[in-house]
Nanobody, 115 residues
C-alpha cells in the first residue's frame, strides 16, 4: 500500500509564496500521476494541479499562472509552488497519488493566506 505524506503548509500573507511537498512511499505498482487538490469543509474537493508520468500538467482555472506543479520521480515526490497567494487560496490541500492499484490520498495540510 502506498503511503502519502504532505508537508509545507502554514500561514502566509497575501501576495506571498509557499511550497508544498508530497512524498509517496511506493510499495506496489507504478505511479501514474500525482496531484494536489484542495477542499473547504462542506464543499467538494477541487483540482489544483496534476502531473502525469509523461510530464503533462493540468491546473485548476483559479491557479493558472500562479501555481506550478513538479515532481522528482527518483524520490517519488511532488511539489506545488504557490506564488501570488490570495485569501481565496486558504484551504486544506491534499496530495493524491494515482497508482496502478488505485488512488491514495494524503492526510492534508492547511494553507492559510491572511489579507
Amino acid at each position: 500500500q502506498v503511503q502519502v505524506v504532505e508537508s509545507g503548509g502554514g500561514l502566509v500573507q497575501a501576495g506571498g509564496s509557499m511550497r508544498l511537498s508530497c512524498a509517496a512511499s511506493r510499495r506496489s505498482g507504478a505511479i501514474i500521476a500525482m496531484g494536489w487538490y484542495r477542499q473547504t469543509p462542506g464543499t467538494q474537493r477541487e483540482l489544483v494541479a496534476r502531473i502525469i508520468s509523461n510530464g503533462a500538467t493540468t491546473y485548476g482555472d483559479s491557479v493558472k499562472g500562479r501555481f506550478t506543479i513538479s515532481t522528482n520521480k527518483a524520490r517519488n515526490e511532488a511539489y506545488l509552488q504557490m506564488d501570488r497567494l490570495n485569501p481565496e487560496d486558504t484551504d486544506v490541500y491534499y496530495c493524491n497519488v494515482q497508482t496502478a492499484d488505485g488512488p491514495v490520498w494524503g492526510q492534508g495540510t492547511q494553507v492559510t493566506v491572511s489579507s
